[in-house]
């Protein structure tokens, strides 16, 4: 079935160095869609891919879905204190279901 | 509603019992998710719904677990003979239809089998 991975699982920065997540299926997706997840918290939408190569921008964040949309990456450049949490892609086939790589942890030293 | 909403938000219950899970998605949403989550881990799909039925649920577990949305909104995940296995966040998301729509997740019900 359906396998979306993602690495690494732990990443320690300190506060101002760059992030960077990446996220891999099995299969080649239809879109893929990144989300965040404070402590105690519940996964909330960042943004979706959905063009083979599209690279996307939100401030310090930078999105990219891989040219044959089997891979994508999520880069946060100059990390701050709020940045702290879990970042999931999750991939979806078509109209099925949306499953939900392992998540990278996120922690930032001040 | 505003968001969506689940119920209860936390639900301790001893082994072998029978819980439900309710779930309330935003109003017009017709895609429903189920979602389990284990400390550390990323969601683990369940079941999908479109409109009223089951479009995949191939995530369920065993037969033990079963979900319905009888009349396309509100969804309920029922679980039998509950085991300490099945302790983690349950989460519901919606989202406008399937496809390429973002999905909202719900708070989350942790439940928790002594």
């Known amino acids: 079935g359906q396998q979306v991975m993602q690495i690494p699982q732990y990443q320690h920065v300190q506060e101002g160095e760059d992030f960077t997540t990446y996220c891999n299926s099995s299969?080649?997706?239809?879109?893929i869609q990144w989300y965040k997840q404070r402590p105690g918290g519940h996964p909330v939408f960042l943004i979706q891919?959905?063009?083979?190569?599209e690279v996307k921008k939100q401030k310090r964040l930078t999105f990219q879905f891989g040219e044959a949309k089997k891979n994508s990456s999520l880069h946060i450049t100059a990390t701050q204190t709020t940045d702290v949490g879990t970042y999931f892609c999750?991939?979806?086939?078509?109209?099925?279901?949306?499953?939900f790589g392992q998540g990278t942890r996120l922690t930032i030293n001040p | 509603g505003a968001g969506v909403s689940q119920t209860p938000s936390n639900k301790v219950t001893e082994k072998g019992k029978y819980v439900e899970l309710r779930c309330d998605p935003i109003?017009?949403?017709?895609?429903l998710y189920w979602y389990r989550q284990s400390l550390g881990q990323g969601p683990e799909f369940l079941i999908y719904?479109?409109?009223?039925?089951?479009?995949?649920d191939s995530g369920l577990p065993n037969d033990r677990f079963f979900a319905v949305r009888p009349e396309g909104s509100v969804s309920t995940l029922k679980i039998q003979r509950t085991e300490r296995g099945d302790s983690a966040v349950y989460l519901c998301?919606?989202?406008?239809?399937?496809?390429?729509?973002?999905?909202?997740f719900g708070q989350g019900t942790r439940l928790t089998v002594v």
């Open positions: 998301a919606s989202s406008l239809w399937g496809g390429d729509t973002e999905a909202f």
């Open positions: 999750a991939g979806r086939k078509g109209a099925q279901k949306l499953v």
């Open positions: 891919l959905v063009k083979s190569g």
């Open positions: 299969t080649t997706l239809s879109n």
């Open positions: 719904f479109q409109g009223t039925g089951a479009a995949d």
């Open positions: 109003s017009g949403h017709t895609a």
